[in-house]
């Protein structure tokens, strides 16, 4: 079965730094490219940033630009997200999605994960 | 960035009804557009994408159709399983991915 597995999420004070973590299984990570979508409390989704599959490549909303960095690691089948400067209206769903090419580009998100909770106060 | 807006933000029907739910582009998209279905505490659910093709396994009661600025999405017989949110998404080329307010579809 196709899935994907967030975790990391939990609590932490303004301007702290939070790292999460999604693994992947059921396809061959490496050829697909992936993305975090989050949500905050009874709001709707916003995309925070994507990679693709093979060079790297990444993008990140204005939003999160200069705090969040993106990264994959081919050989666990895992993809980062390093989050610093932390700030109140970062709290949200984090869901973890994967993009059905290897680029993220002009492509949507097929399968997601299950999402895991930042919350950021003090 | 481009704006998506859907309408309406709620709407109420029956089980069997026929619903539709829009989503527009503040420029435009080409077909580069999707819908998932969001139940309460849980992740979102591909349904559409390319503003009309049915991803594998979803039931063939949902359709959609559209380009460039206006799209919708077409229940044709609303189920008691499809009580739920639904979000377009738009993912024109090198723009960052934007998504609809959301539409609630709640039972009359």
């Known amino acids: 079965e196709v899935q994907v597995l967030e975790s990391g999420g939990g609590l932490v004070q303004p301007g702290g730094s939070l790292r999460l973590s999604c693994v992947a299984s059921?396809?061959?990570?490496?050829?697909?490219?992936m993305s975090w979508v989050r949500q905050a409390p009874g709001k709707g989704l916003e995309w925070v940033s994507a990679?693709?599959?093979?060079?790297?490549?990444?993008y990140y909303a204005d939003s999160v630009k200069g705090r969040f960095t993106l990264s994959r690691d081919n050989s666990k089948n895992t993809l980062y997200l390093e989050m610093n400067s932390l700030r109140a209206e970062d709290t949200a769903v984090y869901y973890c999605?994967?993009?059905?090419?290897?680029?993220?580009?002009?492509?949507?998100?097929?399968?997601w994960g299950k999402g895991t909770t930042v919350t950021v106060s003090s | 960035d481009i704006q998506m807006t859907q309408s309406p933000s709620t709407l109420s029907a029956s089980v069997g009804d026929r619903v539709t739910i829009t989503c527009r582009a503040s420029q435009s998209i080409s077909r580069w557009l999707a819908w998932y279905q969001q139940k309460p505490g849980k992740a979102p659910k591909l349904l559409i994408y390319?503003?009309?093709s049915l991803e594998n396994g979803v039931p063939s009661r949902f359709s959609g159709s559209g380009s460039a600025t206006e799209f919708t999405l077409t229940i044709s017989s609303l189920q008691p399983d499809d009580f739920a949110t639904y979000y377009c998404q738009q993912y024109n080329s090198y723009s960052p991915w934007t998504f609809g307010q959301g539409t609630k579809v709640e039972i009359k």
């Open positions: 059921g396809f061959t990570f490496n050829n697909f490219a």
């Open positions: 990679i693709s599959a093979s060079t790297g490549s990444t």
């Open positions: 390319e503003a009309s």
């Open positions: 999605a994967k993009v059905p090419s290897s680029s993220w580009n002009m492509y949507y998100m097929d399968v």
